[in-house]
């Protein structure tokens, strides 16, 4: 089944304590990309990923980190979370003109 | 600064009567555009695309959007709803590599 998986689903943690949110697809899809959705403002892009090794900034990257050293996987890193990061973050990927972007089931994160 | 609005973030309507949400774009030239849908609990999925072409395109479920560009607007429409289209919906438009979402309209249908 054609997917994109996200883990953990819900993430409960502490500001400064440094954590991953993976996320995969078996698609084969070139373009990847991170959103935060948090009420009254949608989703908002963090990073998006053309092709391995080549990544670049949303509308709202500061804070976080990726990485595309693999076609398939295209972690979201956050070296030392505050409470503003607390949001739902979905996970997506297309292919490279398809322009219609897969959604994964998205993690919850809290910081307290 | 690139934006996409969308007119109303709560809708409350009863089964049968008709739909229409608002979206307008800010950008000039070329787009893509977008509206998906977010049913509770799930993730969002596709309900229609326009890239070029009949401005009047015709997505899943029923839904449709009519592509306006001297109006720079995309808005969805559904000539009689149900229960099972109580959720949330965003228009998105592709601009470049990005992709930008308006902030999302929360439809209740009321049975």
């Known amino acids: 089944e054609a997917q994109v998986t996200q883990n953990p689903r819900y993430l409960i943690t502490v500001t400064g304590k440094k954590l991953t949110v993976t996320c995969s697809q078996n698609?084969?899809?070139?373009?990847m990309s991170w959103y935060r959705q948090d009420p009254g403002l949608g989703l908002r892009q963090i990073y998006y990923?053309?092709?391995?090794?080549?990544?670049d900034k949303g509308d709202v990257p500061e804070g976080y980190k990726v990485s595309r050293k693999e076609k398939r996987n295209f972690p979201l890193i956050l070296e030392s979370p505050s409470p503003n990061q607390t949001s739902l973050y979905f996970c997506?990927?297309?292919?490279?003109?398809?322009?219609?972007?897969?959604f994964g089931p998205g993690t919850r994160l809290t910081v307290t | 600064a690139q934006s996409v609005s969308q007119h109303n973030h709560h809708v409350i309507l009863s089964e049968a009567a008709s739909l229409e949400l608002g979206c307008n774009y800010s950008?000039?030239?070329?787009?893509?555009l977008f509206w998906y849908v977010q049913y509770p609990g799930q993730h969002l999925q596709l309900l229609l695309k326009?890239?070029?072409?009949?401005?009047l395109v015709k997505g899943i479920k029923g839904f449709e959007a009519e592509f306006i560009k001297s109006k720079f607007s995309f808005n969805l429409r559904k000539p009689s709803v149900q229960w099972s289209d109580t959720a949330e919906y965003f228009c998105?438009?592709?601009?470049?590599?990005?992709?930008?979402f308006g902030a999302g309209t929360i439809l209740r249908v009321k049975s």
């Open positions: 997506a990927s297309s292919s490279f003109g398809a322009y219609e972007q897969y």
């Open positions: 698609m084969n899809h070139e373009y």
């Open positions: 990923s053309m092709n391995v090794e080549v990544t």
């Open positions: 950008y000039g030239g070329t787009v893509n």
């Open positions: 326009y890239f070029s072409g009949d401005p």
């Open positions: 998105a438009v592709k601009r470049g590599n990005k992709l930008v």
